[in-house]
């Protein structure tokens, strides 16, 4: 006690110099009406703060209505004005959820992105402090992509302007680590079961890491939504990075282990994970790459036979001569979810990809390879999640590999109106490169003795 007086008597008179605050915002959201809308309040503190804006362009159609202390706000465009600039305030603003990605029939939950309930303050304070707390209807939780600590996400500053999957509702979630990154795993049904959907992604995660000695990301999250679809083991797929990294899959609920494990749609999500995005007139690229590689490191990795993958390079090939309205490679890149051309940009992109990794072998003697070239290169963009100029890629790709053609080569692609020469593909002079390129590569896929099946 005597000790406890003496060091108050002895206490500074002047208060201890503290940090000064980072700007806050603290959101509450309330998934409401049956998980077909958001009621969220955000209360900003220590930043000026004009607007909320959502991210892109067509959120803005799901905004309801905005208000502080009851008073309705100006939400036109989808921009919630507030009415003088503020530096502390909590604004209520409702979304509802008119597009959902998917609503589950036999479970309570619905796929959203953020873009469809987050709101970010304009201008954006750079050193934003922000937590996002759910609630959600009762035995439902929340999945998201982002840092997370008792139930609180902390997104950081990409997740206010990229979009990322999230889940709201009753899901089964599991998580465990591969290839040096830890992966956590929401799928909403209970199909395919939890086994299954480990050994499918581990090999998927395995396959992509042995592009190099390490999987491209810390931390991957899995959103899996079966949906039963004629004929295809996985229906669908798609990558996103706001905030983490995210990959939505949509497997058949019917799938075996083996049928799932021998598709290519998770080593092809995952290998973009490797690159940046890219611009849309550049997407031949990041497509074509990500083509190539499901192919090759399913061959490598032993979930596919060598022979089926040179088989699929070549109709794919065929395919993509047949796709596409006589525009350059760019126009077709640029114009591709209107035209539906996906075959050429994905197969010309794919015939760039194989062109590089048989020239860069070649020169040098199996050294160098395009796999080892986006391992070493990809540093340079590893950051970026908003969409890069194709130049970036390649001349990074060009720097780490030491070759002099890249850049040339992926701007005579992106200027060609018809199909790629693809002789690399068949002719009788590349035949050992070719053995080379989907040769197996167990140890490098993380396949033991112990490990394998
Ligand atoms: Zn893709």
Same mark, same amino acid.
Request: proline share 7%; net charge neutral; hydrophobic share 40%.
């Given at each position: ?14 208060? *201890? ?59 036109? /465009? ?21 597009? @959902? ?8 939950? *619905? ?14 304070? &750079? ?6 707390? $759910?609630?959600? &209807? ?16 902390? &997104? ?19 998580? $465990? ?11 909403? +049904? ?21 592009? +190099? ?12 939504? &079966?949906?039963?679809?004629?004929? /295809?083991? *996985?229906?669908? #797929?798609? !990558?996103?990075?706001?905030?983490? =990294? %995210? ?32 611009? =849309? ?16 490191? /399913? ?28 525009? %350059? ?49 990809? @540093? ?6 908003? @969409?890069? @100029? ?19 080569? #992926? ?10 020469? !693809? ?22 896929? +993380?396949?033991?003795?112990? %490990?394998?099946?």
């Amino acid at each position: 006690m005597l000790l406890w007086l003496l060091g108050c008597a002895h206490a500074p008179e002047t208060p *201890v110099p503290t940090e000064p605050a980072r700007p806050t915002a603290r959101y509450t959201v309330t998934i409401f009406d049956n998980f077909g809308g958001a009621k969220v309040r955000v209360c900003l503190e220590g930043a000026t703060v004009r607007e909320l804006v959502p991210i892109g362009d067509n959120a803005g159609r799901e905004l309801r209505g905005a208000w502080i202390d009851g008073d309705m706000l100006d939400t036109s /465009r989808g921009r919630i004005r507030l009415r003088q600039p503020s530096r502390v305030s909590c604004v209520d603003y409702e979304t509802r959820f008119s597009s @959902p990605m998917f609503r589950a029939s036999d479970s309570d939950a *619905v796929v959203v992105t953020q873009a469809q309930w987050l709101w970010r303050p304009d201008p954006f304070p &750079p050193d934003l402090d922000a937590s996002i707390r $759910f609630v959600i &209807p009762a035995g439902g939780h929340a999945s998201l992509p982002w840092p997370r600590s008792d139930g609180v996400y902390f &997104p950081e500053q990409s997740a206010f302007f990229t979009s990322a999957f999230g889940v709201f509702g009753e899901f089964d979630r599991q998580a $465990f680590s591969v290839a040096g990154a830890h992966v956590d795993i929401t799928r909403l +049904g209970p199909k395919p079961p939890d086994d299954d959907v480990r050994r499918w992604i581990g090999r998927a995660m395995q396959a992509t890491a042995s592009v +190099g000695d390490r999987f491209p990301r810390d931390q991957v999250h899995f959103l899996i939504v &079966p949906v039963r679809s004629q004929g /295809r083991q *996985v229906f669908f #797929g798609m !990558v996103r990075r706001g905030g983490g =990294s %995210s990959v939505l899959l949509v497997p058949s609920p019917d799938a075996s282990v083996e049928q799932l494990e021998a598709d290519w749609i998770a080593v092809h999500e995952l290998s973009h994970l490797w690159l940046p995005p890219l611009r =849309s007139k550049d997407r031949w690229l990041s497509e074509g790459i990500a083509t190539y590689l499901q192919e090759v490191l /399913r061959a490598r990795c032993g979930l596919q036979s060598s022979e089926r993958a040179w088989t699929r390079l070549e109709e794919g090939f065929a395919r993509g001569r047949r796709s596409g309205g006589g525009r %350059s490679l760019a126009s077709e890149s640029r114009n591709m979810n209107r035209t539906r051309a996906y075959h050429r940009v994905y197969w010309a992109g794919t015939a760039f990809a194989l062109e590089v990794d048989v020239r860069l072998r070649k020169d040098s003697n199996g050294e160098m390879t395009l796999l080892r070239a986006i391992s070493d290169a990809q @540093p340079a963009w590893e950051t970026e999640v908003r @969409p890069v @100029p194709a130049s970036v890629v390649l001349r990074a790709l060009q720097d780490a590999s030491g070759a002099k053609f890249i850049e040339d080569l #992926g701007e005579k692609y992106a200027k060609r109106s018809d199909f790629p020469d !693809v002789a690399y593909v068949d002719s009788p002079e590349y035949r050992e490169v070719r053995a080379q390129i989907t040769s197996r590569a167990d140890r490098a896929c +993380g396949i033991s003795d112990e %490990s394998s099946r």
